[in-house]
C-alpha cells in the first residue's frame, strides 16, 4: 500500500504547484531551502494577482454576531510582513528564537503564524484553556522568549512570569493597555509592510507542539519547516479534497495540532481558511454556521460529530457543505451512520498525531469499511509491528508504526525536544512507534484497537475500548461512553463502561438499563467484551481539545 493513494477523484492542482505536491507525496526530494510563507503563500498571492484563483478569500473569520474579516492571499501577505516587523522589531526576535502563542480564534493567530515563518521564529501554539500551571510548565520547559495572548490570560502568565527567566517580552492581542505589555493590534497598525523572509534551510525548526498529554506530561514534539510545511499538501487535495474554490471549517482550538494542519492543508492549496471565534463550542450555532456561511468543507473531531447527530439535522438546509472530515479520536460507526443518513453525506476519518502528518484516512472517492481508519498515506510506510519493530502480517494486532530508516521522512518530527531518550524509546527497529494498537487487514484498511494503555487484558482476552464504545453508541440511550479496565477477583481486570444517557432515558431504572445495555453489546459484538460494570455518569473527562481521558477513569478504578 505504501506511496498509494488508491483512486483520488480531487483535481489536479495547477501547474506551478506541481513540484511542491510531487514533494508531499514523496516523490522528489525536498529542496534545501524551504519557507512556506515565501514559497506557498506568495506564490498564490502571484496567482491570485495573475487572476489563476478564483476570488475566494485565504482567510475569513466570523464571531457569529456580525463582524467579519476577510483577506485575500495578498492582504494576508502584507498583514503578516507588519506582523513579521513587529516580531524582528520591537520584539528583538531572532531566527530560531521561540514564541509560545495562546490565543482564543482571533485572526492574529494566523497572521502571526505566517509571520513567525517569515522571520524564522519558532511557533509554539498552546490552547486557550491552559491553566497557570499548564502556562508555566509550558514556558519553563520550551525557554520561550516571548508570549502573545489576550486580555483573559496575561494576568496567569503575570503570575507565573517570574518563574519563567527566558521570557523577556510579552505580547497583548487587545484594544485596551496592559502595563507590562506591548500592544500588538496598534504596533501592527504602525509596522512597515516591506519585509524580506528569512531563508531557512528545510529541516531549521518551525514548530514545537506539546502533545495533548492524553496519557502522561505533554511531550515537545519539534516539527522543521518542510514538515507541516510540505507534508499537507497531498492529503489536502486527497483526503480533505480542498481546491482554490474550497472554504475549509476546522471547529479545532487554535492551540491543537488541528488548527496547524487545516492551515496548511487549506493554504497549500489555495483554499480559504474559514474561522468562526466560537466562544463555546455548541451544536446549534456549528449548524446555523454551516446554513449561512458557503462553507464547503467541514472538520470536527467525533465529540463534536457525537453532539451534532443528536439534533434534527433534517431542519437544517447547509449552503454549500459537500465534503465532512473527522479525526483526533476514533470516530464510532454508528455517529457516521446517522450523520449520513440524515445529510447525505459521508464523514472521511483521518488518523495522525502530534508528532507527523496524515498516517492514514478514507480519502475522498475511496471506498469505506465502517469502523476501519482507512488507508496508509504517502509519503509513510505504514505497517504494524510487534514489540521488537517486525512487521505482522494482516489480521494480527500489533502497533502501528511508521518507517523511519534508513530514511526519516521529511513530513515528520524532529525529535521530542530536550528528552534523547524520549524519541529513543518512541522507536523500535526501522519504525516509529505510534503507541497505538490496530491491524491491517489483507486490502491495507486499517482497523484501531486503542492506545497502548487503553487496551484491556480480560481473562487473556485483549479487549479495545472502541469496539466497546461504538456498540453501546448504538443504543438510543447512550450519548457517549468510555469503557476502561476495573479490578476483578477473578478475572484480573473486567470491563467497565462509563455512559453518558440521552435526556429521554435519565430517569429510567438503572439496574434495568444496565442488563438492557450489557445485552444489546452481547448482540451487536463478541459477548465476552460486554461491560461487566457500568455506571452512569454526566460527564466523560476530557482534554481540552475534546478527547475522552480514559486513564483518568482507569486509575480511579484502580486506585492509583
Ligand atoms: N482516527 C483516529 N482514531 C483513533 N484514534 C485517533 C485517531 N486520530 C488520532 N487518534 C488518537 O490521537 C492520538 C494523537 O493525538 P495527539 O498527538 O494530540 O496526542 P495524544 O496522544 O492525545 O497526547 P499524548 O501523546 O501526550 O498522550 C493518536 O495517537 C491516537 O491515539
Known sequence: ????????????????????????????????????????LDLWSQLEKAGHRPPN???????????????????????????????????????GDRMMLVLPRLPEWWLIIVACMRTGVVMIPGISQ????????????????SIVTNDSLAPHVDAISADCPS?????????????????????????????????????????????????????????????????????????????????????????????????????????????????????????????????TTLCCVPT????????????????????????????????????KSQTGLELYEGYGQS?????????????????????????????????????????????IAVRIRPTRPFCFFNCYLDSPEKTAASERGDFYIT???????????YWFIGRNDDVINSSSYRIGPVEVESALAEHPAVVESAVVSSPDPIRGEVVKAFIVLSPAYSSHDPETLTKELQEHVKRVTAPYKYPRKVAFVSELPKTVSGKIQRSILRNQEWGR
Open 355 to 399: 508528532e507527523t502528518v496524515l498516517i492514514c484516512a478514507n480519502i475522498r472517492g475511496s471506498t469505506i469499511k465502517s469502523g476501519s481508519m482507512g488507508k496508509a498515506c504517502p509519503p509513510y510506510d505504514v505497517q504494524i509491528v510487534d514489540d521488537e519493530g517486525n512487521v505482522l502480517p494482516p489480521g494480527e494486532e500489533g502497533n
Open 435 to 445: 503507541g497505538d494498537r490496530a491491524h491491517v487487514d489483507k486490502d491495507g484498511y
Open 167 to 295: 521570557l523577556q517580552t510579552k505580547l497583548l492581542v487587545s484594544d485596551s493597555k496592559c502595563p507590562g505589555w506591548m500592544n500588538f493590534r496598534e504596533l501592527l497598525q504602525e509596522a512597515s509592510s516591506q519585509h524580506s523572509c528569512v531563508r531557512t534551510k528545510n529541516q531549521d525548526p518551525m514548530a514545537i507542539y506539546f502533545t495533548s498529554g492524553t496519557t502522561g506530561a505533554p511531550k515537545m514534539a519539534e516539527h522543521s519547516q518542510s514538515s507541516y510545511g510540505l507534508g499537507f499538501m497531498a492529503s489536502g487535495r486527497r483526503w480533505v479534497a480542498l481546491t482554490e474554490s474550497s472554504v475549509f471549517w476546522n471547529t479545532t482550538d487554535t492551540g491543537w495540532v488541528k488548527a496547524a494542519w487545516t492551515l496548511f492543508s487549506a493554504w497549500s492549496n489555495g483554499a480559504c481558511v474559514f474561522v468562526h471565534e466560537l466562544p463555546r463550542v455548541d451544536a446549534k450555532t456549528i449548524l446555523n454556521t454551516l446554513c449561512r456561511f458557503p462553507i
Open 130 to 145: 491552559l491553566t497557570e500551571k499548564d502556562l508555566k510548565y509550558r514556558l519553563q520547559a520550551s525557554r520561550a522568549k
Open 1 to 40: 500500500f505504501y506511496g498509494t493513494y488508491g483512486q483520488s477523484t480531487s483535481p489536479p492542482v495547477p501547474k506551478v504547484m506541481a513540484t511542491w505536491e510531487a514533494i508531499s507525496l514523496g516523490k522528489q526530494s525536498v529542496p534545501e531551502y524551504f519557507n512556506f510563507a515565501h514559497d506557498m
Open 57 to 95: 478569500p485565504a482567510f475569513w473569520w466570523v464571531n457569529g454576531t456580525g463582524a467579519e474579516v476577510k483577506w485575500t492571499f495578498e492582504e494576508l501577505g502584507k498583514q503578516s510582513r507588519k506582523a513579521a516587523n513587529v516580531l524582528e522589531g520591537v520584539c528583538g526576535l531572532q531566527p
Open 304 to 339: 463534536i460529530f457525537r453532539l451534532l447527530v443528536q439534533e434534527d439535522l433534517r431542519r437544517y438546509k447547509f449552503q454549500s457543505l459537500r465534503h465532512c472530515l473527522t479525526g483526533g479520536e476514533a470516530l464510532n460507526p454508528d455517529v457516521r451512520d446517522k450523520w
